[in-house]
């Protein structure tokens, strides 16, 4: 029952999607994600506009309607063997499966390689060039843990709505 395959290949999809959408909105203007980043950056930078709060939300919309949608369609074609419902529990590791490849790529990818290791001048904020939280990675690793625990409701939760709506 378990289609590690189609888990790979959607959680690439929202992988190569959702990254993309991330590192745009840096881009864009690295302030964005002031909140996820490390206390002594926080700290040195000040809250974000109301301009900025609105240029946040036009990336977080798209990023948490694909955060859903994806895996929720993926559970939605997956097909039981026994052509029977798909049993709740598989649902529920496949939805995770695939949002927990995009956790990863975020952590591995994103937060240690990019932001951590390589540190390119667009991400860093300025007046924050050189700060200590720019290379710490067990602030990245604590934050991806409290994510997968969300990811956990979350795939719970839509896990349930295929049940409800097949």
């Not at 932001?115 to 390119?120: A, D, E, K, V």
Request: with cysteine.
């Amino acid at each position: 029952m378990l289609d590690l395959g189609r888990i790979l290949l959607h959680g690439a999809i929202l992988s190569g999607i959702c990254s993309l959408l991330i590192m745009s909105a840096v881009y864009f203007n690295p302030r964005l994600v002031r909140k996820d980043l490390p206390r002594d950056i926080q700290e040195a930078t000040p809250p974000l506009t109301r301009k900025e709060k609105l240029q946040a939300l036009a990336f977080a919309i798209p990023f948490f309607a694909l955060c859903i949608g994806i895996p929720l369609v993926s559970a939605l074609t997956l097909q039981s063997p026994s052509n029977g419902d798909v049993p709740f529990l598989a649902l529920f590791i496949h939805i995770f499966g695939v949002i927990f490849v995009f956790n990863l790529v975020d952590l591995f990818i994103l937060d240690w390689l990019i932001y951590c290791r390589i540190t390119p001048r667009f991400i860093v904020i300025p007046g924050t060039e050189g700060f200590a939280g720019y290379k710490d990675f067990g602030h990245q690793f604590r934050a991806h843990i409290r994510g997968t625990i969300l990811m956990v409701v979350l795939s719970l939760l839509l896990a349930g709505i295929v049940v409800l709506f097949r």
